[in-house]
């Protein structure tokens, strides 16, 4: 149930086809007001100072960067909370601008 979940999920943010789907209905997979947040040393902020970026604002930029970037994910790992209310996302991407070779 949780890989048809992540599957319904992963589709309209162009996991597999790198094809984002701006009006997809996530409702079955996400609430009205989820959002994803970036691990403050990674993003380079302080820890609690980090800032939520709603789901549309999300595909609304990973879809102009589709456009002149190949973006690849590895290493991708999920975790669910142990209350189940929050899922954790890692990945390792790897972006390569279009017009470059190398």
Known sequence: QLLQMLDA??????YYDRKISLDADLSA????????????PLWGTKAGKE????????LSTLNGLFRFAAITR???QLALHPDGSAVCFFCE???K????PW
Do not use: R
Not at 29 to 40: N, Y
Not at 97 to 100: E, G, I, N
């Open 93 to 95: 991407v790897k972006i």
């Open 29 to 40: 997979v996400a609430l009205p007001d989820a959002a994803l947040t970036a691990h403050a």
């Open 9 to 14: 999920y992963a589709v309209p943010m162009g």
């Open 51 to 58: 800032k939520a970026v709603p789901l549309p604002e999300v």
């Open 74 to 76: 590895h290493a991708m």
């Open 97 to 100: 601008l279009k017009a470059c």
